[in-house]
């Protein structure tokens, strides 16, 4: 078990740690929230430079890097519906896109192919996570200025929905384009397995 691998189980541990603070509506709890949403965004990023530097790539590492990602925006969304801040139809497209893509992936693996990430998928993960951190700070931000009785409150106090389901429906589009390129792209491969 290398360091790389070891981050990426590391993600995979904290997403529903996040979630049990995130759903909790109290500001304290909202900022452990963030806190290791951070953690879990920086920890993406140091697996893969440190797999890169030094040449630490394996099956597990490509496999189960983008599952991991996969798991903490997923459990982040379903959160955020559960909160209410953003609508349920575009996070059912990208969660579903999910897991039939991973479901192929594992059917290809099977057969001893690791299929890496695609340029576009690396878009579609960046997406995600953007629009993750965005709601994350918004709603920080909200429960601070609430919290010490700020009069920027006001500034700040928007149709907010609108916004972070326009963006989701963007990261939704891009999500489900990126699934069928896999599956165009890996068609006869899946195809073969499935036999």
């Known amino acids: 078990m290398n360091t ?3 981050l990426t189980l590391l993600r995979i541990v904290i997403a529903p ?3 049990f603070f995130l759903v909790d509506d109290s500001y304290g709890m909202r900022l452990i929230a963030l806190g290791l949403f951070i953690i879990a965004s920086l ?3 140091a697996d893969g430079y440190y797999a890169r530097k030094y040449g630490i ?3 597990f590492g490509k496999f189960m890097d983008p599952l991991a990602d996969k798991i903490l925006v997923s459990t982040a969304l379903i959160s955020f519906i559960y909160l209410g801040y953003i609508p349920p139809l575009p996070v059912m497209l990208i969660i579903g896109r999910e897991f039939i893509i991973t479901g192929l992936r594992l059917l290809v693996a099977y057969s001893g192919v690791v299929i890496p990430p695609s340029w576009g998928a690396k878009v579609k993960t960046f997406m995600q996570f953007t629009v993750v951190g ?6 920080n931000l909200i429960s601070t200025l609430q919290q010490t009785g700020s009069p920027a409150l006001q500034y700040f106090q928007f149709d ?3 916004y972070f389901g326009l963006l989701l429906w963007v990261t939704a589009i891009i999500t489900v384009w ?7 792209k890996y068609f006869f491969m899946i195809k073969s397995v499935l036999r």
């Open 43 to 45: 920890t993406d990023l």
């Open 4 to 6: 790389p691998n070891k």
């Open 160 to 162: 907010y929905q609108w």
């Open 57 to 59: 790539i394996t099956g």
């Open 17 to 19: 740690i996040f979630a």
């Open 178 to 184: 990126t699934g069928i390129d896999y599956i165009v």
């Open 134 to 139: 965005l709601i994350l700070a918004y709603v």
